[in-house]
T-cell receptor
């Protein structure tokens, strides 16, 4: 089983739609969680950290479910510019080593 | 502007040749990392360094070497022993760990290809 698993997609949604991605992780001792965004042939960029109580940043909401070992990302009112690959990232312990999922591709269409 | 600079953007390697990828940061970050990304795959950790003059192997260190003589710099050498070096190489850095792991910030990458 992969340490961090994501549905690769692509998710094709119309502009204005709400879309949700899930990510599961295998190590119950995982400590920190992040969502990154990666545009085609570019570097990953931090979208948001994920906190235990859930957190929101504008149109983006992240949730963490430790009991079921998954995190989610909800995007409301999708824009064309949201089209990208979204990477789920988990830190298992000391040394600040991050483990990256393979990403979920989102395509927002007119 | 503070950030992470990788160079060159594109690099071609001849068989049997060692090549060095540059990574410089002016964010005053203690930790630096090297990843490789292959098409359709997640990032895989090659080497990381949490402090000057110290570094550890990641998951796929074979065929690579690094040095960390300065806080700002973490160059990666792809040696001739790395038989499949064609990939997108990403350097990252992060601040000192506090209560939790810190997010990493990336340079814009180097694409390495075989001639």
């Amino acid at each position: 089983r992969k340490e961090v698993e994501q549905d690769p997609g692509p998710f094709n949604v119309p502009e204005g739609a709400t879309v949700a991605f899930n990510c599961t992780y295998s190590n119950s001792a995982s400590q920190s969680f992040f969502w990154y965004r990666q545009d085609c042939r570019k570097e990953p960029k931090l979208l948001m950290s994920v906190y235990s109580s859930g957190n929101e940043d504008g149109r983006f909401t992240a949730q963490l479910n430790r009991a079921s070992q998954y995190i989610s990302l909800l995007i409301r009112d999708s824009k064309l510019s949201d089209s990208a690959t979204y990477l789920c990232v988990v830190a298992f312990g000391g040394g600040n080593k991050l483990t990256f999922g393979t990403g979920t591709q989102l395509k927002v269409e007119l | 502007d503070g950030g992470i600079t990788q160079s060159p953007k594109y690099l071609f390697r001849k068989e049997g040749q060692n090549v060095t990828l540059s990574c410089e940061q002016n964010l005053n970050h203690d930790a630096m990392y090297w990843y490789r990304q292959d098409p359709g795959q997640g990032l895989r950790l090659i080497y990381y360094s949490q402090i000057v003059n110290d570094f550890q192997k990641g998951d796929i260190a074979e065929g690579y070497s690094v040095s960390r003589e300065k806080k700002e710099s973490f160059p990666l050498t792809v040696t001739s022993a790395q038989k499949n070096p064609t990939a997108f190489y990403l350097c990252a850095s992060s601040g000192r760990q506090g209560r939790g792991n810190q997010p990493q910030h990336f340079g814009d990458g180097t694409r390495l290809s075989i001639l």
